[in-house]
């Protein structure tokens, strides 16, 4: 069994100002720097033979390449907050990227799950009762301002994630190029 995702790659000017952003608040469990990125679909726990349909599957998808920009700060988990991130800006190149990546990994065997999809860049996983939810109020809010774009999308990958002691160690599978719907589709 593989666990993999499919992503967007930030640039390293960007990933080194999140890492200044994770250093200046100081919460939580910051995400190291190479796994900083967008996730679009998490597949999962896969078998091989379904992993190979995937990458066939994400191989066929045409999409436009685009551009975003990450715009402030926000927290997952409610009450009792779990995950730090830096907020996407709407885009609806990528809303419609993301769907159609969803689509092509269930019809190829995935357990996609449904539900809405939140554009976002994890930068911490917090634990309120170590941290506290003054002190992770006060980073959120006084980051609100944070921005980082507009960031060029050109191409997405199908990772895989391998867990362990200490972070995940993420490793590229394969990269599917965006391009205009005018050209030509580049040779297989």
């Known amino acids: ?34 796994n900083l990125h967008l996730t679009l679909v998490f597949l999962g726990e896969l078998p091989e ?50 769907s159609r990546l969803a689509q092509a990994a269930r019809m190829a065997g995935a357990a996609v799950e449904g539900g809405r999809f939140v554009p976002h860049v994890t930068l911490a ?19 609100m301002g944070f921005q980082a774009g507009p960031i060029p999308v050109n191409d997405i990958a199908l990772y895989r994630s391998d867990l362990g002691r200490g972070p995940a160690r993420h490793r590229e599978l394969a990269r599917y190029p965006l391009f205009a719907l005018s050209d030509p589709p580049p040779p297989a």
């Open 49 to 98: 033979q379904v992993l190979d349909e995937v990458h066939l599957a994400f191989s066929q998808i045409r999409a436009e390449p685009f551009e975003l920009t990450l715009s402030g700060l926000d927290l997952f988990g409610g009450h009792k907050p779990r995950v730090l991130y830096a907020r996407v800006t709407p885009n609806p190149a990528l809303e419609h990227l993301q």
């Open 125 to 143: 996983y917090l634990n309120v009762a170590r941290t506290g939810r003054a002190r992770i109020n006060r980073a959120v809010v006084d980051n």
């Open 1 to 34: 069994m593989i666990r993999a995702f499919a992503a967007i790659d930030l640039p390293g000017d960007v990933r080194d100002r999140l890492v200044r952003l994770q250093e200046a608040m100081q919460i939580g469990r910051p995400v190291p720097l190479e």
